[in-house]
């Protein structure tokens, strides 16, 4: 347990790199040490913010947020977030749902990995409200902020540039991640232990702070990254193997 802020400090410094949170690598690690479905949630959810928070701050200084390209993912995305997010489930069904979004987390960043880097594409309105909605959905019920899965897709469809789409996932994961505290609290499943926390919150804020400056350096992040993702596709079938055929990996 001591080593863990060093872990989580890296995480943030490699997921802040690319404008994510690293939501996903933080739930997959609690999902091994935490019992509670609850403190595993909005202890991932709070880590997010705290990263997004420099990242963000980071793209609006380099005058790469464009609130008139974003509003349109996030304006279904936030209400099902929280709806989502106040759902009561099982343990065995949060912990089925957490696995299979870490596969498909970890699939998201090895796609992101082969994105298109030419041109760039428009979308018709109704596509970029349900995209971001139905990811905002998914936020809800993981705790994952969304934009690990926002990010490969729009990268793979060219529709922004890469400084671009990350500046939007990164304000995607801050509004959902508030969205899903927000959902949590209203239905008093909040859970958090800030003896816990306190370290694991300067950790990632260290990490999110030099990992926003990398990114503004092209630091390359590709090798780490594959690393990243093969450890959460680990998590993600070691919960769903353990869960439903009682097979440990």
Known sequence: MEILPFFFFLIA????????????????????????????RSTALILNICVVVITSFAFIRSKTFDWKSFWPFLVLSIPLAFIAAQWKLADKTFFIILGISLIGAGLAMFLKQFQN?????????????????????LSGLSG???????????????????????????SFIFFNSLAGLGGLALAGNLNLDFNFIGKLIIAVCLGAG?????????FKTKILSILTALLVIYVGCKLILGLVWQINI
């Open 13 to 40: 410094l490699l997921y802040s790199s690319v404008g994510f949170g690293g939501g996903s690598s933080y739930l997959a690690i609690l999902s091994l040490i935490l019992g509670d479905i609850y403190q595993i």
């Open 117 to 137: 880097k030419g041109g760039k594409r428009q979308f018709i309105l109704p596509f970029k409200i349900g995209l971001g909605g139905s990811i905002g959905l």
């Open 144 to 170: 994952i902020g969304g934009g690990i899965y926002l990010s490969p897709v729009l990268h793979l469809v060219s529709w922004e540039n890469s400084k671009k789409i990350a500046a939007l996932a990164s």
């Open 210 to 218: 030099l990992g926003s400056y990398f990114s503004h350096k092209k």
